[in-house]
């Protein structure tokens, strides 16, 4: 091998260079979605760590957090904890527990500024002390998602950015980018905007663990639950983020 070819394989193999016909290879393996026909399309089988993931959907209760839930889960059996930052809704501790998420490792913090929402969520990723960290915004410019990008590649956290769909045509640093929109009989369609690898231009659909009572709530956006506070713990009122 030329030392030129030699020089050009080992800048290939970097994990922050990916080619455009394959995925790339993860430094670190992804977490498991709990979806197999969403890891095979995703670099290093799963969620990425270190990477920001940007959401992106009109609404809530379409099925974003029960996409996640599995994930949750199995941060639970890990013994690391989640975050929630400024959930549109307030928590619902017992769907969340019903879903295998430890109460005692979730976190919620509900910024009064949106400013502080962005602030929040990147001192919890530099931090290293959640294993997830989970951010709704409704505005973000290009220099705060930069930070958020440098926050999450200094750690191992997954970092989950919810935003409305219309940030779709925008540009963005986020590795991962995903827009939802509901499919038939309670599917969530996902759109792969942007991954580490080939484009993916056909949506993928997926049947979502729904709460037991869901189906008899469609005419209403369905019942998931967010997560649990100290000043929540035992509020009779439930979120509709499914």
């Not at 979605?33 to 969620?47: C, P, Q, Y």
């Not at 750690?155 to 509901?182: C, D, K």
């Not at 056909?202 to 956006?221: D, N, Q, T, V």
């Amino acid at each position: 091998m030329s030392a030129l070819a030699k020089d050009l394989s080992e800048v290939l193999a970097r994990p922050d260079i990916w080619r455009g016909d394959r995925l790339v290879d993860a430094p670190i393996p992804g977490v498991p979605s709990g979806f197999a026909s969403l890891d095979a399309h995703l670099s290093g089988g799963g969620w990425p760590r270190g990477a920001l993931i940007e959401v992106l959907l009109d609404g809530v209760g379409l099925g974003e957090l029960s996409l996640l839930l599995p994930t949750l889960a199995r941060i639970k059996e890990e013994g690391g904890w989640t975050l929630l930052v400024a959930p549109p809704h307030e928590p619902h501790a017992p769907a969340w527990a019903a879903a295998g998420v430890d109460l005692a490792r979730l976190a919620v913090v509900s910024p009064v500024r949106p400013a502080d929402t962005l602030w929040a969520m990147e001192q919890a990723l530099l931090s290293g002390a959640p294993e997830a960290v989970l951010s709704w915004a409704e505005q973000i410019d290009p220099r705060q998602l930069r930070r958020l990008q440098v926050a999450a590649a200094d750690g191992s956290a997954l970092a989950f950015l919810f935003r409305p769909a219309r940030a779709a045509q925008e540009s963005s640093v986020a590795p991962l980018r995903l827009r939802l929109s509901s499919g038939h009989e309670g599917a969530l369609t996902i759109h792969i905007l942007k991954r580490r690898g080939p484009p993916l231009h056909a949506p993928l659909h997926l049947i979502l663990p729904r709460p037991a009572r869901w189906r008899s709530h469609e005419s209403s956006a369905p019942l998931a639950g967010v997560g649990v506070s100290a000043s929540a713990a035992g509020s009779p009122r439930r979120s509709v983020v499914a």
